[in-house]
């Protein structure tokens, strides 16, 4: 029987509902709670966030006339939090709380020195459906295939295996319900490392407190619906436990350092709590938080909501500082057998959306979502079928509290992603986030129209193909439109830096002149655009040869520039003339002839 696990209920809202709203009945929070605005994600009644343009926080004064108050909380993307004060919370009804929420919003919009406002939405995490609680076939991880110990939906790992079981060195934060770090497969292993519980809630933390270093995972449950396990299940995947300890389960990584960082409770997370960590988890700066000493580069993020990702705008800003950072953020497209492009952050930019596979390696039409947003397609599994016949449903088996299930739904389809990523990694620890995405293109195995009857990206996700793809670095250099300048004039230098055959964006080129008394260049430095381009402006000053130098992460090329003598070219000139005026006259002369 399907079990579906649908946690609609933000971690404050409870705290609001508790103590902010007494006079709303059950009813109506359960109303005001699944409300769903324009079809995008519910949100915390009485709640707003508000990003101003010079980060500056609202005065008691001004907030006034907007029916607010300040909750003395700022947040990491410089956004503030206000509320509607609990004295009015607790006379409305679930209809209009919800209309003053959006009010204020709009209202806050039309201020000119407000960059953006928006309700604090409230993730969820994705469906997933458990099974027995213990088995032994991971089917996910096999060679591709239809041989031995090959399963046509598998990902190619034991092939990798060979040589490349990962490395601690490489960090993957796992944003979800915590972890069991007494879980018999996980007690004593080296691949769990510190973390942190960013839920702010207290009560919905289910753990009586608020903030902490302490990410375990103390349940979810958000009746009817039971604890979910649901971080420990994905972390698992990714490889936090004792692969190859002759117990339990295997990962895709042999040895990782996996963070578990806490963001869903009882019933759900806050948009606010999870912006939060997506910065804690690359290493940026939260307000009232330690540091994270030990910045992750891939983010998994095994959580969403419905509406397309403008409805936060706060949550695209910590995506890109997450990018611009470093940490490719690794997304579920969802499970509502939809387009992902009507659910966040699935359809945010920065990230990599995974739609969800089966045993055959194809896309699982009843639940996984699809569309142009989606990056690629990895194992998330079928409990409807049993198509390897082994006589248990075709679910992703990992850990939960008590041992082992099989679950599905995108939400185990990501962690595959993160993992193969963290092995790549192992590797080449230098892969930016555009390159571990334009890798994973490159190496996906593609699938029929039968496979993939609706839009599923690249492919398969195929963790043979990209150890051996080109991350050579390398950079053209051309002056445009000349090489020869005279005293005063100017060209464009212009470096094209690729890697491997994939455009490097964001990389900082340094321009010099060998001879600064022949030639100068200005701007020193230009960061490579989307084509992998960055410009300088070359002048020429005086008589010579110069090289003209463009370096990048040390790798350089250059292009000869020549100032030529302004004398020489007036000598040449001057003979040019006297050359004409002869021809000239010596025509007149011929013509007084003849006459």
């Given at each position: 029987?399907?079990?579906?696990l649908?946690v609609l209920?933000a971690l404050?809202?409870?705290?609001?509902?508790?103590?902010e709203?007494?006079?709303?009945?059950?009813?109506?929070?359960?109303t005001?709670?699944?409300?769903?605005?324009?079809?995008t994600?519910s949100f915390?009644p009485g709640?707003?966030?508000?990003k101003?343009r010079?980060?500056?926080e609202?005065?008691?004064n001004?907030l006034?006339?907007?029916?607010?108050e300040?909750?003395a909380?700022?947040?990491?993307?410089?956004?503030?939090?206000?509320?509607i004060?609990?004295?009015?919370m607790q006379?409305?009804?679930?209809t209009?709380?919800r209309?003053?929420t959006?009010?204020?919003?709009?209202?806050m919009r039309?201020?000119?020195?407000?960059e953006?406002?928006?309700?604090?939405?409230?993730l969820?995490i994705?469906?997933r459906?458990p099974?027995?609680p213990?088995f032994?076939?991971?089917?996910?991880?096999r060679?591709?295939g239809?041989?031995?110990?090959?399963?046509?939906g598998?990902i190619g790992?034991p092939?990798?295996?060979?040589?490349?079981?990962?490395s601690r060195?490489?960090v993957?934060?796992?944003?979800d319900?915590g972890i069991l770090?007494d879980?018999?497969?996980?007690?004593?292993?080296?691949?769990?490392i510190?973390g942190?519980?960013?839920?702010?809630?207290p009560?919905?933390?289910?753990?009586?407190?608020?903030?902490?270093?302490?990410?375990?995972d103390p349940g979810?449950a958000?009746?009817?619906?039971p604890?979910?396990?649901h971080g420990?299940?994905?972390?698992?995947?990714v490889g936090?436990?004792?692969?190859?300890?002759?117990?339990g389960?295997?990962?895709?990584?042999?040895e990782?350092?996996v963070q578990?960082v806490?963001?869903?409770?009882?019933?759900g997370?806050t948009?606010?709590?999870i912006?939060?960590?997506?910065?804690?988890?690359a290493g940026?700066?939260?307000?009232?938080?330690?540091?994270n000493?030990?910045p992750?580069?891939?983010i998994?993020?095994?959580l969403?909501a419905?509406?397309s990702c403008s409805v936060?705008?706060?949550t695209?800003?910590?995506?890109d500082?997450?990018?611009d950072?470093?940490?490719?953020?690794?997304?579920a497209?969802?499970?509502?057998?939809?387009d992902?492009?009507n659910f966040?952050?699935a359809s945010?930019?920065?990230?990599?959306?995974?739609a969800a596979?089966?045993y055959?390696?194809r896309?699982?039409n009843?639940?996984s979502?699809?569309?142009a947003?989606?990056e690629i397609?990895?194992p998330?599994?079928?409990?409807n079928?049993?198509?390897d016949?082994d006589?248990?449903p075709?679910g992703?088996?990992?850990?939960v509290?008590g041992g082992?299930?099989?679950?599905?739904?995108?939400?185990m389809a990501?962690p595959h992603?993160?993992?193969?990523?963290?092995l790549w990694?192992a590797?080449d620890?230098?892969?930016?986030p555009?390159q571990?995405?334009?890798?994973?293109?490159?190496?996906?195995?593609p699938?029929?129209?039968?496979?993939?009857?609706?839009?599923c990206?690249?492919?398969?996700?195929?963790?043979?193909?990209?150890?051996?793809v080109?991350t050579?670095?390398r950079?053209t250099l051309?002056?445009?439109?000349d090489?020869?300048?005279?005293n005063?004039e100017?060209?464009?230098?212009?470096?094209?830096v690729?890697?491997?055959?994939t455009?490097a964006?964001?990389l900082?080129v340094?321009?010099a002149s060998e001879?600064?008394d022949?030639a100068?260049?200005?701007?020193?430095?230009?960061?490579t655009?989307?084509?992998g381009v960055?410009r300088?402006?070359?002048?020429?000053?005086?008589r010579?040869?110069?090289n003209i130098t463009?370096t990048?992460?040390?790798?350089t090329a250059?292009?000869?520039?020549?100032?030529?003598?302004l004398?020489?070219?007036g000598i040449?000139?001057?003979?040019l003339?006297?050359i004409?005026?002869a021809?000239l006259?010596?025509?007149?002369?011929?013509a007084a002839l003849r006459?």
């Amino acid at each position: 029987m399907r079990i579906p696990l649908l946690v609609l209920v933000a971690l404050a809202a409870i705290g609001i509902a508790r103590a902010e709203a007494q006079e709303l009945t059950p009813e109506d929070v359960r109303t005001l709670l699944e409300f769903n605005l324009s079809d995008t994600a519910s949100f915390v009644p009485g709640v707003i966030i508000v990003k101003m343009r010079q980060n500056q926080e609202l005065s008691a004064n001004q907030l006034q006339p907007y029916g607010l108050e300040s909750a003395a909380r700022q947040l990491s993307g410089g956004e503030y939090i206000y509320r509607i004060p609990s004295s009015q919370m607790q006379v409305m009804g679930a209809t209009q709380a919800r209309d003053a929420t959006l009010s204020a919003v709009e209202a806050m919009r039309e201020r000119d020195d407000v960059e953006y406002a928006q309700p604090n939405y409230i993730l969820r995490i994705l469906d997933r459906e458990p099974s027995d609680p213990r088995f032994t076939e991971q089917w996910h991880y096999r060679n591709n295939g239809t041989g031995p110990g090959e399963s046509p939906g598998g990902i190619g790992l034991p092939t990798v295996w060979e040589t490349n079981r990962g490395s601690r060195d490489v960090v993957v934060s796992i944003l979800d319900t915590g972890i069991l770090p007494d879980h018999p497969d996980i007690v004593g292993s080296a691949n769990l490392i510190a973390g942190y519980d960013m839920i702010s809630d207290p009560g919905t933390g289910n753990d009586g407190d608020g903030r902490d270093d302490d990410p375990t995972d103390p349940g979810d449950a958000c009746a009817p619906q039971p604890d979910s396990w649901h971080g420990t299940h994905v972390a698992g995947t990714v490889g936090v436990g004792r692969t190859d300890n002759a117990e339990g389960v295997a990962g895709v990584n042999w040895e990782v350092s996996v963070q578990p960082v806490r963001v869903l409770g009882v019933c759900g997370g806050t948009i606010a709590d999870i912006n939060d960590a997506i910065r804690w988890a690359a290493g940026l700066t939260v307000p009232g938080v330690p540091d994270n000493p030990t910045p992750a580069r891939v983010i998994n993020m095994s959580l969403g909501a419905s509406g397309s990702c403008s409805v936060s705008p706060s949550t695209q800003a910590a995506i890109d500082d997450a990018f611009d950072a470093g940490a490719a953020v690794v997304v579920a497209a969802g499970n509502e057998a939809s387009d992902a492009a009507n659910f966040f952050p699935a359809s945010c930019d920065n990230v990599i959306t995974v739609a969800a596979s089966d045993y055959r390696g194809r896309l699982v039409n009843r639940y996984s979502n699809f569309g142009a947003t989606v990056e690629i397609m990895a194992p998330g599994g079928d409990l409807n079928r049993d198509d390897d016949g082994d006589g248990n449903p075709d679910g992703v088996l990992s850990m939960v509290q008590g041992g082992y299930a099989y679950y599905n739904g995108t939400s185990m389809a990501t962690p595959h992603v993160a993992g193969v990523l963290a092995l790549w990694l192992a590797e080449d620890p230098t892969l930016t986030p555009d390159q571990m995405l334009a890798e994973l293109e490159a190496a996906a195995l593609p699938r029929s129209a039968t496979e993939c009857p609706r839009p599923c990206g690249a492919g398969l996700l195929n963790a043979v193909g990209g150890t051996v793809v080109d991350t050579t670095l390398r950079i053209t250099l051309r002056l445009d439109p000349d090489e020869k300048l005279r005293n005063g004039e100017t060209t464009t230098a212009i470096a094209t830096v690729r890697r491997g055959g994939t455009p490097a964006s964001g990389l900082t080129v340094a321009f010099a002149s060998e001879d600064t008394d022949v030639a100068t260049v200005s701007p020193a430095a230009a960061v490579t655009d989307g084509d992998g381009v960055a410009r300088s402006t070359v002048t020429g000053v005086s008589r010579g040869d110069a090289n003209i130098t463009a370096t990048v992460d040390g790798v350089t090329a250059s292009q000869p520039v020549e100032v030529p003598d302004l004398a020489t070219i007036g000598i040449v000139a001057l003979a040019l003339l006297m050359i004409v005026t002869a021809m000239l006259r010596r025509r007149r002369r011929r013509a007084a002839l003849r006459a």
